[in-house]
């Protein structure tokens, strides 16, 4: 009985260890504005939609947003990240596996700021 009551905490423990990729999750609500409105929203190579934009994106800390219209300049940007606050938790409590987990996932890191405005030129 002894040895299941240790099993079971020892998997509880695991299952739980990625704090940021079961509080925060794997995706972020991220905005994109333009003053140019219908220009086409590029995230990594996919279209996603339209300015204005609201939809949620993979979280990763090489997110690359592409916005362009026919008869202007396309603008390419990096999303800036920053690294989730329960991150840090996670590592002094979920150790190794935890800190893990979110790395992986990429739900250590959180998109900073969560809303894009971009100016397209007029070519």
Known sequence: ?????ILISVLVLIAASGCST???GKV???SINSNVTGAKVMVNGVQVGETPFTGSLIRSNKTVVTVSKEGYESKTITLDTAIEPIFWG???IGGVIGSTTDAATGSMYKYA?????VDLAKK
């Open 1 to 5: 009985m002894k040895s299941l009551l």
């Open 22 to 24: 079961i509080v925060n």
């Open 28 to 30: 972020q609500t991220v």
């Open 90 to 92: 996670n590592i002094i």
């Open 113 to 117: 700021p969560g809303t894009l405005e």
